[in-house]
């Protein structure tokens, strides 16, 4: 799937967290005032106490037309609705980056797996050393024949490989080996893979990564498969020489899928997350490339009561707006997921990525910038961002930029000087496109403006 090789900012954003049930914040938020900054402008308004006079909330159109001249042969032309939610208040939290600790864990397991009772003490079972040796002494995947039928070769190493797996085989026992399921047994530390014993006996795998900027918890029911979204089988080659089609077995509904998520969710104590994206996915294994399953994958985002919930994982990888930015605020934060992979069999993967803590409401009904100053902003940003882009047509963008969306969301604005801390905002999130791109299998790329001072937010 193509990317867009202009990005730009994205989002990042959103969150709260904590495995069980979290009450509202309710402790002194720790931020630097300064005059005329968002600290200053969020907690001006923080309480009735601190203003005379009740919140101002203007009103925002319904649609937004009009074309945007920036540069000669370059016009964006906006012409879609607008969408805020159904918030009445638009509070901003101060949050925190949230460790994945063997209690967390503990948690999260039983959330996904309630009726999990035991860690492997073997790193691999025998029956996962069984399929590996299979799957080396059939080789490696070479297309299919004229009938359909896959085709297997010799490769590399695949002498050395079967060696090895055999060796290992003699040193594995017939029946794997479990400990009591205790936080105190999972001595996760920086980072850690294992299995677990749950849904009647079944290993489930887990693994564990903590780094300073990102942390992500993941449970697979199967640990050798690589899942696909129905848009890129239906762009064909999902797999070498697979041919375009849609998944026609999916037997489980939406519905259904999102209220065993929701459920989740629920144990953990995360419903301020949201659904996001869903979409159909199909399972195969990673070394024979054979179908597993096919169900839904559901992706939850931290979503601010009132605002729409948006997943920005596509929109982060570039940048082609040019804008300079204060060391005090670089290095910014990336935005919180929860995704499931659900089947009629139930839950078949988990992922949690980049946790935090809500820890704080500093403001319980901040004060929005009225629309037109977020209108000036987009054209002042694409203005000057794109000011560059001397042949638009040359760059493949063609002669016209496309506003396809525009909504009010929440994301992760930055506290000047603070590593360890920072908010929870409404902002603006403006999708856009290249008119030559548009249909070729480019995503969108996305402006986000904070809402209450008006700032960019990058990721």
Not at 269 to 283: H, P, V, Y
């Amino acid at each position: 799937m193509k990317r867009s090789i202009w990005g730009w900012l994205a989002a990042i954003g959103l969150l709260l967290l904590c495995a069980a049930c979290q009450a509202t914040p309710t402790e002194e938020a720790v931020i630097n005032l300064e005059e005329n900054s968002f600290e200053d402008i969020i907690l001006a308004t923080s309480s009735p106490e601190q203003t005379a006079t009740p919140v101002q909330h203007h009103d925002v159109p319904a649609h937004w037309t009009e074309d945007i001249v920036l540069n000669d042969g370059l016009t964006v032309s906006v012409d879609c609705d607008i969408l805020t939610g159904d918030g009445e208040e638009h509070p901003v939290y101060q949050i925190s980056r949230l460790a994945f600790t063997d209690s967390l864990v503990y948690q999260a397991i039983l959330a996904v797996f309630p009726d999990t009772d035991g860690i492997r003490e073997q790193e691999t079972s025998r029956e996962e050393l069984l399929r590996k040796l299979e799957l080396a002494e059939r080789g490696a995947y070479a297309g299919e024949d004229k009938n359909g039928n896959p085709i297997w070769t010799s490769y590399d190493g695949q002498e050395d490989d079967i060696r090895e797996l055999q060796a290992e085989l003699e040193q594995v026992p017939a029946e794997s080996t479990y400990i009591p399921f205790t936080p105190e047994n999972l001595a996760i530390g920086d980072s850690r893979s294992f299995a677990v014993r749950a849904n009647g006996n079944a290993d489930v795998s887990v693994r564990v990564t903590q780094a300073s900027s990102k942390n992500s918890l993941c449970m697979n029911v199967c640990s050798n498969a690589n899942i696909q979204p129905e848009s890129w089988v239906l762009d064909g080659d999902a797999i070498p020489g697979e041919a375009p089609h849609m998944l026609e077995n999916v037997t489980i509904t939406k519905a259904d899928a999102c209220s065993l998520a929701e459920s989740v969710l629920a144990r953990l104590g995360r419903t301020d997350m949201a659904l996001a994206e869903s979409e159909s996915f199909k399972a195969r294994c990673l070394d024979s490339w054979d179908v597993i399953s096919e169900g839904w994958q559901l992706t939850y985002v931290t979503s601010v009561p009132g605002t729409e919930a948006v997943n920005y994982r596509y929109y982060a990888n570039s940048n082609g707006l040019f804008h300079q930015e204060e060391d005090a605020y670089a290095s910014p934060w990336s935005q919180e997921r929860i995704s499931f992979y659900i089947t009629e069999n139930g839950m078949e993967a988990f992922t949690w990525e980049n946790a935090y803590s809500m820890d704080a409401i500093i403001n319980t009904d901040a004060e929005l910038l009225p629309f037109t100053d977020i209108q000036s902003q987009v054209r002042k940003q694409l203005k000057y961002g794109l000011s560059w882009m001397t042949d638009p047509v040359a760059y493949g963008f063609g002669d016209r930029i496309l506003v396809t969306r525009i909504l009010l969301t929440t994301t992760i604005a930055k506290l000047k000087d603070q590593q360890d801390i920072a908010c929870l905002v409404p902002t603006w999130a403006i999708f856009y496109i290249g008119s030559g791109q548009q249909g070729n299998g480019y995503d969108e790329s996305l402006l986000l403006i904070n809402a209450v001072d008006g700032t960019v937010i990058r990721s």
